[in-house]
């Protein structure tokens, strides 16, 4: 909940669902976090999270959701969203349009060779997934370097 303002920009934490572990045998060292930012339009930046039933209530009427579709394993847990559960997202938040993120730039070494599908899937995955459960949502796979700007609620 704590806030900061930068200029005419609103930041506020909200929280996610992750063990705030960066390493499987770590410490717990600070709750996971999600960020809203407001200026123009009004963006959800999801971090690293799972799915949980508060999240609409914690995060609020967002424009943009940027939600997680992957990560750098081939079993997420339940601490992640995959292409599915992130489309159940939009339905919980129900932003005007949505950006997969978190998937496709970091993997481990020679797993690309292996599994492949799991490293640049999952953004494809969440467009689909998302036209089935949220059509109303407009849905942004952006590539490497490219942007989008959404417009804002009136």
Not at 34 to 58: C, I, K, Q, S
């Amino acid at each position: 909940g704590d806030t900061v303002r930068v200029g005419e920009i609103l930041v506020r934490a909200v929280p996610a669902l992750h063990d705030g572990r960066r390493l499987p045998v770590g410490p717990h060292r600070v709750p996971a976090l999600g960020y809203v930012v407001e200026g123009e339009a009004r963006t959800y930046f999801a971090g690293d999270t799972g799915l949980f039933d508060t999240m609409a209530d914690a995060v609020g009427q967002v424009d943009v959701a940027l939600l997680p579709v992957g990560g750098w394993g081939p079993n997420l847990g339940h601490h992640h969203l995959d292409a599915a559960r992130a489309a159940q997202a939009l339905t919980l938040l129900g932003p005007r349009s949505a950006v997969p993120v978190h998937y496709g730039t970091y993997w481990p070494i020679g797993m690309d060779g292996v599994r492949p599908h799991e490293f640049h899937a999952p953004g494809d995955e969440f467009v689909r997934q998302a036209s089935l459960v949220a059509p109303e949502v407009a849905v942004h796979r952006l590539g490497h370097g490219e942007h989008v700007r959404p417009e804002a609620r009136r």
